[in-house]
């Protein structure tokens, strides 16, 4: 079974900080996602990566960074945390050669 | 780039009848649309997906439709249980296995399964 795992479920950080979100995948799956879920808004993707050290901005990747330093690590930086990045953040990944993503279960992050 | 609309935002159906829920694209260049489960405190799976060469496709009580000229897809739930009872989304993308290719995602549909 493909196992995506987020390194917390729930996260409470205050205005200003730097904030790490860490994905980890162990399929060896080439493609990595970083998305935000709010109500009404559906899921909107952030950033995405399709190899070690690759990145391309999403439709949303304002106040954002990534890092893909390991295949199957990916990480989202928030440089500075405002509380309207307060969100579910959902992480998934998908292998070259299949369509289908396969997401973690989310971090629910609060900022205060 | 891509704008995809779903429909209804929150939908109740009893169980045992069906559920329909639709989408819209803009971009005429999309060929492939999954649809995605996401039950309670999980992430979203995926459920059934078509590509633009076929109208539809069936997988047991679940059945999605594409009509390309429209540029709308359907999904439609017959014989609803209550274990249907998720968010459900749908999506669009171009298709290109070679590189990372983007979903764009519908905003979601709360379906509901009542006894």
């Known amino acids: 079974d493909v196992k995506v795992t987020q390194s917390s479920r729930y996260l409470v950080k205050r205005t200003g900080e730097k904030v790490f979100l860490e994905c980890v995948q162990d399929m060896d799956h080439e493609n990595m996602f970083w998305y935000r879920q709010d109500p009404g808004l559906g899921l909107r993707l952030i950033y995405f990566?399709?190899?070690?050290?690759?990145?391309e901005k999403g439709d949303i990747p304002e106040g954002y960074s990534v890092s893909r330093e390991k295949k199957e690590r990916f990480s989202l930086i928030l440089e500075s945390a405002s509380t309207n990045q307060t969100s579910m953040y959902l992480c998934a990944s998908r292998p070259r050669d299949r369509n289908e993503q396969f997401f973690g279960p989310g971090t629910r992050l609060t900022v205060l | 780039g891509e704008n995809v609309e779903q429909h209804p935002s929150t939908l109740s159906v009893q169980e045992g009848d069906s559920a329909v829920i639709k989408c819209t694209y803009s971009d005429s260049a999309s060929n492939y649309f999954p649809w995605y489960k996401q039950e309670l405190g999980k992430g979203p799976q995926l459920i059934i997906d078509?590509?633009?060469?076929?109208g539809e496709k069936k997988d047991q009580r679940i059945a999605v439709t594409l009509n390309k000229t429209a540029k709308h897809f359907s999904l439609h739930i017959t014989e609803t249980q209550p274990e249907d009872s998720a968010v459900y989304f749908c999506a669009a993308s171009k298709e290109n296995t070679g590189t990372a290719s983007k979903l764009t995602f519908g905003t979601g549909t709360r379906l509901q399964v009542t006894l």
């Open positions: 990566s399709y190899d070690v050290k690759m990145k």
């Open positions: 078509i590509r633009s060469n076929v």
